[in-house]
């Protein structure tokens, strides 16, 4: 798993994870809703951009 390293977990470490619902529950105090999202990109002069989507590939592959 290539993001893990970046975080410094190694394939044993992913091995031996335990669930911890506190930590669960730290992290999703952590979301905001969509209404607090648009009003702090708007606070930072953000502004919303549509844009088609890309064709889908014709040549198949892993997805």
Do not use: C, H, M
């Given at each position: ?30 979301t ?32």
């Open positions: 798993v290539a993001t893990t390293g970046i975080r410094g977990l190694n394939e044993e470490e992913l091995k031996n994870a335990k669930y911890n619902e506190a930590e669960v529950k730290k992290l999703e105090s952590y905001q809703t969509s209404q607090q999202g648009n009003q702090f990109a708007k606070s930072g002069g953000l502004k919303a951009v549509k844009f088609n989507y890309l064709p889908e590939s014709q040549q198949g592959g892993e997805k």
